[in-house]
C-alpha cells in the first residue's frame, strides 16, 4: 500500500480544504508530520482511516461528529485519498454523515454518509462502486487488514502499546485475539464443549432407553435384571452381550409356558362345544311349545271380533261409494251461494242508481223468473245499461275538457299577474343601478391617485431597508474593529512575554549543557567498569577517574531543560500565530467598516429607521386599497351586465303579454258554451257525472254476474244428482250421511288391515311344522341341561384366560427383546463417539493430562502468536538498546517479561523508565507489525505496506538513543518503505527534514510541506 495525494474538507479542525501531496513527501522515505499539541496531527491519520474504512480509530469514531465545527454551515466534510493498493491506483472519496441548513425554510437536515471509488485505468479514473458495504469488502481484501489491525500496523501508536506492554493477561490475551482473529479458536474449543455436553446428552438419553426396555421386561418376565449391569455413565459398559442373552433366555422359557397353554385348552373347549349344543336344542322346542300355546289363545280372541269387523267394513264400503260424489255436492252448494251473492249484489246496484234507473226502466225487457221482483227486472236489461253508460261516458269528456280549460285560463290570468309585479319590480332595480353607475367612476379615480402615491414610497422604503441593512453591517465592523484591536494589543502583550520566556528558557538550557560538557569527564568517569575500555582513549587501566563536581547537571536535567526550551517554543508558535490571525481579521474589520467609527454608522442607522417608519406607514394602507379598487372595477363590469339582463328580461315579460290576451279570450268563449250545456259549472258537472258513470257500471257487472251464477247452479245440481243414483244414492242428502271424513276413514281401513293380517299369520304359525311337533313332544329338564352347560363353559373359560394371558405375556417380552435389541443398536455408536468428543474436548480445555501447559487451545495460539511478537519486536530492540534489553515470554503463559542482560536478571516491565518504556513498546510495536504484515502477505490477501506512521513518544529519549531509534527507522524505510514519524519535539525538526506541519488557527487548522534543508 503506497499513499499519493490527501484532500481534507470540513473535516476535524480542517475547516476549508487542505491537500497533501504524499509523493513529495515519501522522496526520502521518512518524513516528519509536526504541529504543536491540538493542531490536528491526529486528525490527518484520522482522515486516512477514514477515507480506506470509513471509520476512525479509537474513541473518536464513537464520538460520532467528524465535521469541522469551524466550516461554513453549507460546506459538506470530505476525504479524498488516492492510493496504491495491490498494484492497481485507486481513489477514495468519503463523506461522513452531517447536519445541513435546509434549501426551504429554517433548521437543519440529516446527510447521510456516502463514498464513491474510483480506480484509474489507462489515464482515466473508472467508476468502482457507491455502496459503503462493497467498498469495505473491497479494501478489506486489497489491504488484508481490518480497521483495528490497520490501526495497529500502520498507524503504531506508541501510548497504546506502552498499555500493551504493562497490560494483564486478560487485556493482552483480547488484544492479540482482536489482531491475529483468533476468535475461531475460542468458538472451536467452545464447539468442541458444546458438542461433548451435546454427545453426553443423547448418550444419556439412549442410555436411559437402554434402562427402561430393561426395566419393562424385568417387570413383564418377573425376573431380576443381571446384576453387573450399569447405567450410570454414558461411557460405561453395560454388558450388552449379558443383556441380550439374559432377554433371550426370558423369552424362551415364555414361549415354552405358552406352548403348554395351548396344549390343555383344545380338549376343554371341545367338551363345551358338545355341552352348549345340547342346550340350544333344549331351548329351541321349549320355546316351540311356548310359541304353539301363545297362537292358540290369540286365534280364539280374533274369532270373537269378527261381528264387529263386519259392521265396520260396511260403514267403509258406504263411505268409499259416497266419496267420488261429495265433490259435486260442494260444487253445488258454492254455486248457490254465489248466486245468492250475486243478487246482493244487483240489489245494492239499483239502490245505488236511484232516479236514474227509474227513468230507464220504461224501455227494459223482462229476462227472469217470477220470483224476482218485477221493478227490480225490468231495470235489469244489459243493453238499455248500455245506452245510459254510453251516454254518460260522452258527457263526462266534454266536461273533463271544460275543466282543464278553466284551470289553462286560471294560470294565465296568476301568470299575467306575476309578469305586471316582476316589471315593477325589474323598473325599480333599473333606477337604483342608474344611481349606483353615476357614483363610481369618481370613487375608482381617486383610489388609482392614491396608489401611485403608495407605490413611489414603496420604492423609498426598499431603498431605505437596503441602506439600514448595509449601515447594520457598518456598525458590526466598527464594533468588531475595536474588539480585534483590543484583542491583537493583549496578542502582541502575550507575544512579546513568550518570547522572553522563550529566550530564557533557551539560555537555561545552553547553561546546563555548558554545564554538562565541563563536566563530562566526571560524568564518563561514573560509566567506567574495572577491566572495561574507556570509550575516549580505549584503555582498560583507569588509574585517575575525574571526580564529579558539585551541582554539575547529568543528562536527564539537560534533557528535562530541553523540554522546557520544547515547550516554550511550540507556546511562542502558538502566541505568533494568534498576533498574525488578529491581526488579518483587524485588516478585514477596518475594510468593513469604511473608515467610519460605531457612532456614526449608528446614527445613520437611527436616521433610516425614522425614515422606514413613516414610508412603512404610508405604505401598509396600499393593500386594501388596491383591494378596494379591484371591488369598485368589479362592481362597475357587474352593474352594467346587470342593466342589460333587467332590459331583455322586461322585452320579453310584454312579448309574453300579447301571447296570453289572445288565448283568454278563446278560453272565455268555450267555458261559456260548456255551462249552457250542462246547466252547470264544468267542476261541478265533472263530479256528477263521475258518480253516475260508476254507478251505471256497478249496475251492468251485477247484472251480468248474476246470469252466470242462476246458470252455473242448474248445470251443477243435474250433474251431482247423474253421480249420486250411478253410485246407489236416492238423492243427494243420502250422500252426505253416508260420508265419512278423510282421517277417521283411514283409521278404520287401517283396522281392518291389521285385523285380516293378523288372522293370517295366526293361521300360518299355527300350521309350522316345528310348532305341531313340538306341542305333540314331551317335555325336557331346562335347568338340568343349562347347569352342565355352565360348568364345562366354566372350565373351557378358566384355560382360554390362562392361554390368552400366557400368549399375551410371550407377545410383549418378544417387543421388548427387539426394543432392547434397537436400543443397544442405536446407543453403541453414539457412546463411542462421546468417548472421542470427551477426550478432545478435554484436551482442547486444557484439562486433559496429556496437555502439560494446561492451556485451552485458543489461549495456547494467542501465546503461541506472542511468541512470533516476542521474537519480531527483540530483532527491532536489541540495535536500540546495545544488546542490553530483549523480551521474554513466560513459558505457557501471556505474561511478558524484560531480560537485562547486563545484570542478567528478569524484570517487569513497569520497573522500566520513560525512555526504556518508549523503546520497548516501540520494539513490541514494530515486532507486531511484522508479524501482522508477514500473515497477509502469507494469506495472498493483502498488499504491501509501503507506508508506516510512528506515533509520538521521541520526547523521553536522550540523543543517543535517539539516533538509534532514528536508525531503527531509517531500516524500515528498506525496500522503498515510506516511514511518516508523527511527533512536536522540535530536535525532530532538525533531524528530519521533509516535514508536514500542521498550522492551527480561528480559521481552521492548515497543512504546509516544508524541507528543513531548504
Partial sequence: ????????????????????????????????????????????????????????????????????????????PRVVLETTLSGRRFRFTRSPAWERPKKRGEGLTSQQASVLVQERVEGEWMHVTGRIDDAGHLVGRLVGLTLAQFCQVVLLPQGEFQRFLRAGAEDRQRLLQSIFRTGRFGDVERWLAEHRRALRHESLELQRSVADEVARLSEVAGVAAPGDVRFDDPAGAPGTEALLGWAAGVTATARDEAGAASEELEPALAAAEAVATDLRAAEDLAAARERHDALATRSAALLAREPEVAEVRQRVDAARRAAPVRGLVAVVERARTTREQAEDH??????????????????????????????????????????????????????????????????????????????????????ALDEAAARLPEQVAGLRAALRAGSAATAARDAARHRREAALVGSAAAEREESLRRTLECAERDLVTA????????????DLREQRLEGMAAEIALDLAVGG??????????????????????????????????????????????????????????????????????????????????????????????????????????????????????????????????????LVRLLARARAAEGLEPTAALAALDEAGAAWEAALAARLGLDRAVEHERESDAAALAEAAAHGFADLDAVVDAAVPHDELGRLEARLQRHDQEVVSTREQLADPAVLAAAASAPVDLARVREVARDAQAAATELRTRHDRVHRRLRRLESLDAALGAALEAWEPVRARFEVADRVATLASGRSADNRLRLGLAAYVVSWRLGQVVAAANVRLSPTTAGRYSLEQEAGALRLLVRDEWSGEQRDPATLSGGETFLVSLALALGLADVVAAESAADGEGSDLETLFVDEGFGSLDAETLDDVMGTLDELREGGRVVGVVSHVSELRTRIPTQLQVTPSRAGSRLRVAHADG
Avoid at 501531496?21 to 504541529?35: K, M, S, T
Avoid at 467528524?66 to 466550516?71: E, F, G, T
Avoid at 260522452?394 to 309585479?421: C, N, P
Fill in 533 to 666: 575500555a574507556c570509550p575516549v582513549c580505549g584503555s582498560c587501566d583507569h588509574p585517575h577517574p575525574a571526580p564529579p563536581g558539585d551541582d554539575v547537571p547529568d543528562a536527564a536535567a539537560e534533557r528535562a531543560a530541553l523540554r522546557r526550551v520544547d515547550d516554550a517554543e511550540a507556546l511562542l508558535q502558538a502566541h505568533s500565530d494568534a498576533v498574525r490571525a488578529a491581526a488579518e481579521n483587524l485588516a478585514r474589520a477596518r475594510e468593513a467598516a469604511q473608515g467610519r467609527d460605531v457612532a456614526a454608522w449608528r446614527a445613520e442607522v437611527a436616521e433610516l429607521d425614522t425614515l422606514l417608519a413613516g414610508l412603512t406607514e404610508q405604505v401598509d394602507g396600499l393593500g386594501a386599497q388596491e383591494v378596494e379598487l379591484d371591488l369598485l372595477e368589479q362592481r362597475q363590469r357587474a352593474l352594467a351586465e346587470e342593466r342589460g339582463e333587467i332590459a331583455e328580461r322586461s322585452a320579453a315579460l310584454g312579448a309574453t303579454d300579447d301571447q296570453d290576451t289572445v288565448r283568454r279570450a278563446e
Fill in 1 to 76: 500500500m503506497r499513499l499519493h495525494h490527501l484532500e481534507i474538507t470540513a473535516f476535524g479542525p480542517f475547516a476549508t480544504t487542505v491537500e497533501v501531496d504524499l509523493d513529495e513527501l515519501a522522496d526520502g522515505g521518512l518524513f516528519l508530520l509536526c504541529g504543536p499539541t491540538g493542531a490536528g496531527k491526529s486528525s490527518v491519520l484520522d482522515a486516512i482511516c477514514f477515507a480506506l474504512y470509513g471509520a476512525v480509530p479509537g474513541d473518536r469514531n464513537a464520538a460520532r461528529h467528524l465535521r469541522s465545527d469551524q466550516a461554513a454551515p453549507d460546506v459538506a
Fill in 346 to 431: 244487483l240489489s245494492a246496484a239499483l239502490r245505488r242508481l236511484g232516479p236514474l234507473a227509474a227513468e230507464a226502466a220504461g224501455t227494459l225487457v223482462l229476462t227472469l223468473d217470477d220470483e224476482v221482483d218485477p221493478d227490480v227486472a225490468a231495470a235489469l236489461d244489459p243493453a238499455a245499461i248500455r245506452v245510459a253508460l254510453a251516454d254518460v261516458r260522452a258527457r263526462r269528456e266534454r266536461s273533463a275538457d271544460a275543466v282543464e280549460r278553466q284551470r289553462e285560463l286560471a294560470g294565465i290570468e296568476a301568470a299575467a299577474a306575476a309578469r305586471a309585479a316582476e316589471r315593477a319590480e325589474l323598473a325599480d332595480r333599473s333606477r
Fill in 499 to 510: 518570547r522572553a520566556a522563550s529566550q530564557d528558557l533557551r539560555q537555561v538550557w545552553l
